[in-house]
Nanobody
Framework: QVQLVESGGGLVQPGGSLRVSCLASGSTFIIFDMGWYRQVPGKERELVAVVDRLGGTHYADSVKARFTISRDGAKNTVHLQMNSLKPEDTAVYYC?????????????????WGQGTQVTVSS
């Protein structure tokens, strides 16, 4: 059983900064890609940033140079540092991980999602 738990969302003024984090708990064996997505009502969930096992990163054009994704493999954690926030960054942010998990002999690889954390950018 694997669970992803996000933390760090909240309300921030335009131009401010916020950091969201996500911890994977349970019988994880290998964590491949770790990523952040976001969704606003009436729109599809969109990729914000992803980091692979080697530390390679990819960002949506809308957040490049403002957001930084990082991972701590030893702690099964991924962070998203968000700077120079804009009102259009307001969304529910979801953590996403590609994980092989389970006891030895019956491991399986699946994609897991967190429950989401609200980020609101408003004055």
């Amino acid at each position: 059983q694997v669970q992803l738990v996000e933390s760090g969302g909240g309300l921030v003024q335009p131009g401010g900064s916020l950091r969201v984090s996500c911890l994977a708990s349970g019988s994880t064996f290998i964590i491949f890609d770790m990523g952040w997505y976001r969704q606003v009502p009436g729109k599809e969930r969109e990729l914000v940033a992803v980091v692979d096992r080697l530390g390679g990163t990819h960002y949506a054009d809308s957040v490049k140079a403002r957001f930084t994704i990082s991972r701590d493999g030893a702690k099964n954690t991924v962070h998203l540092q968000m700077n120079s926030l804009k009102p259009e960054d307001t969304a529910v942010y979801y953590c996403n991980m590609d994980i092989t998990a389970g006891p030895s002999g019956s491991r399986a690889r699946n994609v897991y999602w967190g429950q989401g954390t609200q980020v609101t950018v408003s004055s």
